[in-house]
């Protein structure tokens, strides 16, 4: 089954021109979808704003090998590792999920764009498969044991929040009907009725974008490359400096903290980050 192309199979049902058609409209609206919702909720423009105000404020012009050096970080933390998640079991969910989406949506192009009648196809029918179960279990977890945490947040696993969760059940029912569509090639009916689950919610994913949390994939990386641009520059996104409490100097600047706190403040904690929620 993982080492088998399943699109050979497909391609004596439907023309391979219509299945590389049906790609191509799924790129079409994703890109539609992303424009439409950038323009919507106005991230490019606030995006562009918030960087001209930090650029204002800056207090030292970054050069561009800095610059190029803060990009190759942001890819190798927040896009390639998803570090900015501090809770282990989130961010491992989370790559998972995306890693796995990676594999399972080049794969498929690759598939049905250069072996469509290939029943070998290389590595790329094992990658599509791995990619698939990576995306249900990455997408599960964070289902049934992240989002449905009910000690913390009381929610439901059957709880569908409309917008907020098309993004996820999408991703989670595409990658489990290709992997029973691929399980049951050969099964008549059944394997019919997996296929046309699969093409549905495939269609549903990409053509929700616009609705969906779809279209902050594009978004969050550029936030947080700009974000470290913010933190070398010293504008810090027109946020106060982090000060030492007891420091004399600082004392002396805002006289309220020896007022209020003390000469010596003592440590606030860990805040949100000392225990794990626990409201239900």
């Known amino acids: ?17 219509v299945m590389q058609g049906y790609i191509i409209l799924m790129a079409v609206l994703v890109f539609l979808g992303t424009v439409l919702d950038m323009l919507h909720k106005g991230s490019a423009t ?9 650029s204002q404020s800056a207090k030292r012009q970054l050069g561009g090998g800095e610059k190029l050096g803060l990009a190759v970080a942001t890819v190798a933390n927040e896009v390639l590792t998803s570090a900015e998640f501090k809770s282990t079991r989130r961010r491992l ?94 099964g ?4 019919m009725l997996f296929l046309v689950l699969f093409i549905l919610c495939t269609t549903v994913l990409f053509g929700s974008v616009y609705w969906s949390k779809f279209a902050h994939m594009f978004f969050k990386p550029a936030a947080a490359f700009q974000k470290r641009c913010t933190r070398a520059d010293g504008s810090r996104e027109n946020l106060p400096e982090d000060f030492d409490l007891t420091d004399a100097t600082v004392q002396k600047r805002y006289p309220d903290i020896p007022t209020y706190m003390g000469t010596n403040p003592p440590n606030m904690g860990k805040g ?9």
């Not at 606030?46 to 930090?54: D, I, T």
């Not at 949100?272 to 239900?280: L, N, Q, V, W």
């Open 272 to 280: 949100f980050s000392a225990e794990r929620p626990s409201h239900y």
């Open 46 to 54: 606030y995006f562009f704003e918030n960087s001209r105000k930090a």
């Open 93 to 186: 969910s989370h790559l998972l999920t995306m890693w796995g989406f990676v594999f399972f949506a080049v794969s498929t192009a690759v598939l049905i764009f250069a072996h469509p009648t290939n029943p070998e196809a290389g590595i790329w029918p094992v990658l599509w498969h791995l990619g698939a179960l990576s995306l249900a279990i990455g997408g599960y977890w964070f289902w049934f044991f992240i989002r449905v945490d009910v000690s913390a947040e009381g929610v439901k696993w059957y709880n569908f929040n409309g917008r907020g969760d098309i993004f996820i059940v999408g991703l989670i029912t595409t990658a489990t009907f290709a992997l029973l569509w691929s399980g049951t090639l050969g």
């Open 1 to 17: 089954m993982f080492s088998t192309n399943p699109f050979v199979e497909l391609s004596a049902l439907i023309p391979t021109a």
């Open 188 to 191: 008549g009916a059944l394997n």
